[in-house]
């Protein structure tokens, strides 16, 4: 279960220049571990440690100018386009946009969270088939194969 964040969580990107706050009394509408593909290309990593948000309760400081947004118009793996956005600084992921949303919702990188993933853990697995070999289930969190629905 998530649990409203009893204090503001703070997140820096790679060079400390774009900051993501999640103000107090704020619950993600859903935690996931995503395995997809777009996921690896994203991180560089095998897999992305996510919390999505209404984007009207989350706010970034950019004092500089540097978020670069990208829209992924074709072959996501939900079949919808998306948005990403990052430090064009440092190329640090802050989030997507899923186009199913209109905007509405942000899904945030929870690795690059002060504290670190461990404020938001997963719920739900999802693109569990994409999921590199060498790694188990993350231990009593429901498994997807792919996009739940
Ligand atoms: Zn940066
Ligand atoms: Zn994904």
């Not at 103000?23 to 996921?39: E, N």
């Not at 290309?41 to 996510?50: D, E, L, M, R, T």
């Not at 990188?109 to 404020?119: C, I, P, S, W, Y």
Request: charge should be positive.
């Amino acid at each position: 279960m998530s649990e409203p964040t009893p204090t503001p969580i703070t997140g820096t990107c790679l060079c400390r220049s774009l900051k993501l706050i999640i103000p107090s009394g704020i619950t993600p509408i859903k935690t996931l571990l995503c395995h997809c593909v777009d996921c690896q290309k994203n991180s560089g990593a095998p897999f992305q440690s996510n919390a999505m948000f209404n984007t009207s309760d989350l706010i970034i400081e950019d004092p500089q100018g540097l978020l670069k947004t990208y829209k992924i118009e074709e072959g996501t793996a939900s079949g919808k386009p998306k948005e990403k956005g990052w430090c064009g600084k440092c190329g640090c992921p802050l989030y997507t946009k899923p186009g199913h949303y209109e905007g509405r919702m942000m899904v945030v990188k929870t690795g690059f969270l002060d504290g670190g993933a461990d404020h938001f853990p997963p719920q739900i697995e999802i693109f569990t088939a994409d999921r590199a070999k060498f790694l188990a289930p993350a231990e009593g969190v429901k498994q997807f194969e792919r996009m739940p629905h």
